[in-house]
């Protein structure tokens, strides 16, 4: 049986081209395509893929909330991004909300369809750039860590909240409290943590 794929990119050349590539490529099969994050979450669990490519930057909802809601509409589907971006941040926001791979739209056909299989056979599939960083962030992160039992249990839910990938606006949607309260939790957090920044506290909090 083929590898069952769908793809979710909001540039309707590179989506039209990645569809190609695949029913052409042996082994593959592009089953469905969506240019939004909308449409994919409402229509994927009735097509049940075994790999969603995701990007980040979409109109409406972006990739990382998509994958965080794929994932729990269908836990055996493997997602792998698919994106410009490879910057710390955006790599751990997409890891943390479930993505199985993260792989850069610049990767060569032969180095993707090899990613594909990977990540469907259980792997997690990265560009050697990007495993560096994550990497080079992990090892950051554990040169100065700090134990998160110090946070008292609502920060701990609003830094679960982030590991997910969830924005501010989110967070005080799902914890009933204003936008303004959660900036203060987020402030406590960095400082209890000793960071910086949200992949900081997210990279801590996954290491505990």
Not at 90 to 100: D, P, Q, R, T
Request: some cysteine; glycine content about 4%.
């Amino acid at each position: 049986m083929p590898i069952s794929v769908s793809i979710v990119e909001d540039n309707d050349q590179l989506r039209t081209t990645l569809a190609r590539v695949l029913n052409r490529a042996e082994g593959f099969s592009c089953v469905s395509q969506y240019a939004n994050a909308e449409d994919a979450v409402k229509d994927l669990p009735n097509i049940r893929p075994d790999v969603v490519l995701m990007d980040i930057n979409l109109p409406g909802m972006n990739g990382v909330e998509c994958v965080r809601q794929l994932k729990q509409l269908l836990p055996q589907t493997q997602v792998m991004m698919l994106t410009v971006y490879e910057d710390t941040e955006n790599i751990f926001n997409a890891l943390s909300a479930g993505a199985n791979g993260y792989m850069l739209k610049r990767t060569p056909t032969k180095e993707l369809l090899e990613a594909i299989t990977e990540v469907h056979r259980g792997g997690s599939p990265m560009t050697m750039h990007i495993a560096r960083k994550v990497v080079q962030s992990l090892q950051k992160t554990a040169a100065t860590a700090q134990p998160t039992e110090n946070l008292s249990e609502r920060e701990q839910q609003v830094l679960d909240h982030l590991s997910h990938g969830l924005m501010y606006k989110e967070i005080a949607e799902k914890l009933g409290i204003s936008y303004e309260t959660v900036h203060t939790y987020i402030r406590r957090i960095y400082e209890k943590l000793q960071v910086r920044t949200r992949t900081e506290a997210v990279a801590k909090f996954l290491r505990r």
